[in-house]
């Protein structure tokens, strides 16, 4: 059967898309020279458990994915539901999104935020071109969580916790 395909509208389809919640993360990455990068994903997932391995999807423009990339390895930093301002200052086009930041470096040298619900360190495995982003596979070397905390949601074009997801009819 060949189905003739439609012309999607680019903000309709942003529209759906947005009613699926995603987590926000906050990719970081550390050049030998102590150079630090970070970028904000909402599309980060888990992709295989033998071996571990992780992706996202980052934009083609994007400035900060080619600085990450160069390192070969990446941080992916899980948001607690108290940290948009990470989100808001990574997803910035400042210089340093570090500065005033609170953070260390994770078991492989990569910058790892304080107080994230949960982080996971990666060595980038492959970068495959898909329409107008990237999907990156990273092999994952080492992760930790916290025990306690929600998420931070991007639900709908904006910032939620988990209870403001559930609404009052539980």
Excluded at 25 to 41: E, I, K, L, P
Excluded at 70 to 97: M, P, W, Y
Excluded at 100 to 114: F, K, T, V
Aim: hydrophobic share 40%; net charge negative.
């Amino acid at each position: 059967m060949d189905i003739a395909l439609t012309a999607i509208n680019p903000r309709h389809f942003r529209d759906v898309m947005g009613c699926h919640p995603t987590g926000v993360c906050v990719v970081t990455a550390a050049a030998n020279d102590g150079a630090r990068f970070g970028m904000v994903v909402g599309s980060f997932t888990s992709i295989s458990l033998d071996p571990p391995l992780v992706g996202f999807f980052p934009d083609k423009k994007s400035t900060s994915w080619p600085r990450i990339e160069a390192t070969g390895h990446f941080c992916a930093n899980i948001l607690a539901a108290n940290q948009v301002h990470h989100s808001s200052r990574f997803a910035s086009r400042i210089e340093d999104k570090f500065e005033g930041i609170d953070h260390r470096l994770s078991p492989h040298g990569q910058p790892l935020l304080e107080d994230v619900l949960a982080w996971i360190d990666c060595s980038i495995e492959s970068v495959t071109e898909i329409g107008d982003h990237l999907l990156v596979v990273g092999a994952v070397r080492s992760l930790e969580k916290r025990d306690d905390g929600t998420p931070l949601l991007f639900f709908r074009g904006g910032y939620h916790g988990i209870v403001d997801c559930l609404g009052s009819s539980t």
